[in-house]
Nanobody, 114 residues
Framework: QVQLVESGGALVQPGGSLRLSCVAS????????MNWYRQAPGRERELVAS????????NYRDSVKGRFTISRDNAKNTLYLQMNSLKPEDTAVYIC???????WGQGTQVTVSS
Protein backbone atom coordinates (compact mmCIF):
# COMPACT_ATOMS: atom_id res chain seq x y z
CA GLN A 1 0.00 0.00 0.00
CA VAL A 2 1.36 3.39 -1.06
CA GLN A 3 1.24 5.76 1.89
CA LEU A 4 2.99 8.42 3.96
CA VAL A 5 2.83 8.33 7.76
CA GLU A 6 3.95 11.32 9.81
CA SER A 7 4.95 11.29 13.46
CA GLY A 8 6.75 13.43 16.03
CA GLY A 9 4.17 16.12 16.63
CA ALA A 10 3.61 17.26 20.22
CA LEU A 11 2.82 20.11 22.59
CA VAL A 12 5.97 22.17 23.09
CA GLN A 13 6.76 25.48 24.77
CA PRO A 14 7.85 28.52 22.74
CA GLY A 15 11.53 28.28 21.94
CA GLY A 16 11.46 24.51 21.98
CA SER A 17 12.34 21.99 19.29
CA LEU A 18 10.71 19.05 17.56
CA ARG A 19 11.74 16.61 14.85
CA LEU A 20 9.00 15.35 12.57
CA SER A 21 9.32 12.17 10.53
CA CYS A 22 7.44 10.99 7.47
CA VAL A 23 7.86 7.32 6.64
CA ALA A 24 6.92 6.21 3.15
CA SER A 25 5.77 2.72 2.23
CA UNK A 26 4.86 1.07 -1.05
CA UNK A 27 7.24 3.19 -3.12
CA UNK A 28 10.82 4.46 -3.17
CA UNK A 29 11.12 8.11 -2.11
CA UNK A 30 14.56 8.47 -3.74
CA UNK A 31 12.82 9.03 -7.07
CA UNK A 32 10.76 12.01 -5.92
CA UNK A 33 11.02 15.54 -4.65
CA MET A 34 9.16 15.96 -1.38
CA ASN A 35 7.51 18.71 0.66
CA TRP A 36 6.33 19.56 4.15
CA TYR A 37 3.09 21.55 4.36
CA ARG A 38 1.19 22.81 7.38
CA GLN A 39 -2.40 23.81 8.02
CA ALA A 40 -3.64 25.80 10.99
CA PRO A 41 -7.34 25.97 11.97
CA GLY A 42 -9.24 28.34 9.70
CA ARG A 43 -6.26 28.88 7.43
CA GLU A 44 -5.20 27.56 4.04
CA ARG A 45 -2.61 24.84 3.74
CA GLU A 46 0.81 26.39 3.20
CA LEU A 47 4.10 25.06 1.89
CA VAL A 48 6.77 25.02 4.60
CA ALA A 49 9.79 23.37 2.99
CA SER A 50 10.85 21.41 -0.09
CA UNK A 51 13.73 19.06 -0.87
CA UNK A 52 14.96 17.50 -4.09
CA UNK A 53 15.63 13.82 -4.64
CA UNK A 54 19.29 13.98 -3.63
CA UNK A 55 18.70 16.20 -0.63
CA UNK A 56 21.16 18.86 -1.78
CA UNK A 57 18.60 21.48 -2.73
CA UNK A 58 16.11 22.81 -0.20
CA ASN A 59 13.69 25.70 -0.05
CA TYR A 60 11.79 27.26 2.86
CA ARG A 61 9.03 29.76 3.39
CA ASP A 62 10.41 32.99 4.78
CA SER A 63 8.83 32.62 8.22
CA VAL A 64 10.75 29.41 8.99
CA LYS A 65 14.11 30.15 7.37
CA GLY A 66 16.96 29.69 9.83
CA ARG A 67 14.73 27.75 12.25
CA PHE A 68 13.55 24.69 10.29
CA THR A 69 15.61 22.13 8.37
CA ILE A 70 14.20 19.63 5.91
CA SER A 71 16.20 16.48 5.23
CA ARG A 72 15.76 12.97 3.93
CA ASP A 73 17.22 9.51 4.37
CA ASN A 74 16.48 7.66 1.16
CA ALA A 75 17.87 4.41 2.58
CA LYS A 76 15.26 4.58 5.35
CA ASN A 77 12.57 5.89 2.98
CA THR A 78 12.00 8.74 5.43
CA LEU A 79 11.59 12.52 5.24
CA TYR A 80 12.36 14.75 8.25
CA LEU A 81 11.64 18.25 9.47
CA GLN A 82 13.80 19.59 12.31
CA MET A 83 12.05 22.54 13.92
CA ASN A 84 13.92 24.80 16.33
CA SER A 85 13.03 28.05 18.11
CA LEU A 86 9.36 27.21 17.75
CA LYS A 87 6.80 30.01 17.97
CA PRO A 88 3.06 29.92 18.74
CA GLU A 89 2.37 30.81 15.10
CA ASP A 90 4.00 27.50 14.08
CA THR A 91 1.03 25.68 15.59
CA ALA A 92 -0.56 23.55 12.87
CA VAL A 93 -1.00 20.07 11.47
CA TYR A 94 2.16 19.24 9.54
CA ILE A 95 1.73 17.09 6.46
CA CYS A 96 4.26 15.51 4.12
CA UNK A 97 3.66 15.39 0.39
CA UNK A 98 5.02 13.94 -2.82
CA UNK A 99 3.84 16.50 -5.35
CA UNK A 100 4.37 14.49 -8.51
CA UNK A 101 2.34 11.59 -7.12
CA UNK A 102 -0.25 13.89 -5.51
CA UNK A 103 0.33 11.83 -2.37
CA TRP A 104 -0.38 13.20 1.13
CA GLY A 105 0.06 11.88 4.62
CA GLN A 106 -2.55 12.23 7.35
CA GLY A 107 -0.56 14.83 9.28
CA THR A 108 0.85 15.24 12.78
CA GLN A 109 -0.23 17.97 15.22
CA VAL A 110 2.31 20.50 16.46
CA THR A 111 1.15 22.85 19.21
CA VAL A 112 3.41 25.60 20.51
CA SER A 113 2.10 27.07 23.73
CA SER A 114 3.18 27.94 27.25
Amino acid sequence: QVQLVESGGALVQPGGSLRLSCVASGFNISLWNMNWYRQAPGRERELVASINTGGDTTNYRDSVKGRFTISRDNAKNTLYLQMNSLKPEDTAVYICNVPTLTLWGQGTQVTVSS
